[in-house]
């Protein structure tokens, strides 16, 4: 379950590297949502390969989509009391748990999680309150200096990831040769990490239960 699916690298790599037979892809965006599709169907083979042109959030309705036009990996929904600046396109919003009615997927079918969405990570968990229950393993973008919302900011995020999960693994670590598996209390201390000039910014977490 690719959330936050761009053209479909993520899902490109679940297809044709590590053997995933379907795949279900969300990107809000029209134009980056066509090379989805099209990045999809010419790398799927004999897999399941859906997409769905929508954002994944806490309800289901409308939002306003930031776009970037210089980075098309960048585009962000517009919440809370920020006002829409620049480009900005309406674009639909659906929970994941709802998503997965609709097509027929029970959660215990799904066996992966990729979201990345651009400080929008607590609203789709939130959503998700089915999926999580199963305890399917995720990797989770986490960018403490996006998560501005009072509402559903860091705290909220690092409050359902500890409240469904047991683990955690940086993988900007990972990169350096350096994995370790954290027990999910260690991970109000991470914010510290990814806080303050200097320090790098993004990082993707892998969760475990």
């Known amino acids: 379950l690719d959330v936050g699916a ?7 790599a679940a297809l044709r590297r590590h053997g995933f037979g379907r795949t279900l892809s969300l990107e809000p965006e029209p134009a980056n949502h066509r090379l989805l599709v099209l990045n999809t169907a010419l790398n799927s083979g004999a897999a399941d390969a859906r997409t769905e042109c929508v954002a994944a959030s806490d309800q289901e309705g409308t939002a306003q989509l930031r776009v970037s036009r210089s980075m098309h990996g960048k585009h962000s929904i517009v919440t809370g009391r920020a006002s829409p600046s620049g480009d900005v ?14 097509l027929g997927v029970a959660p215990d079918q799904v066996g992966f999680v990729k979201i990345d969405t651009e400080g929008h990570e607590p609203r789709v968990l939130a ?13 989770v973008e986490y960018a403490p200096y996006r998560l501005t919302d009072p509402a559903f ?11 469904h999960y047991t683990s955690f693994v940086d993988l900007r670590l990972a990169l350096d040769g350096a994995p370790r598996q954290r027990p999910m209390a260690e991970l109000p201390a991470l914010r510290a990490e990814y806080t303050g000039a200097g320090r790098p910014r993004v990082t993707d977490l892998l969760v475990l239960r």
């Open 6 to 12: 761009h053209i479909g690298l993520s899902t490109v």
């Open 89 to 102: 396109v309406s674009v639909a919003t659906s929970t994941l748990d709802l998503v997965l009615d609709r």
């Open 127 to 139: 959503g998700a309150a089915r999926l999580l229950e199963q305890g399917v393993p995720a990797m």
């Open 153 to 163: 900011g860091i705290d909220r995020l690092e409050g359902v990831l500890q409240e």
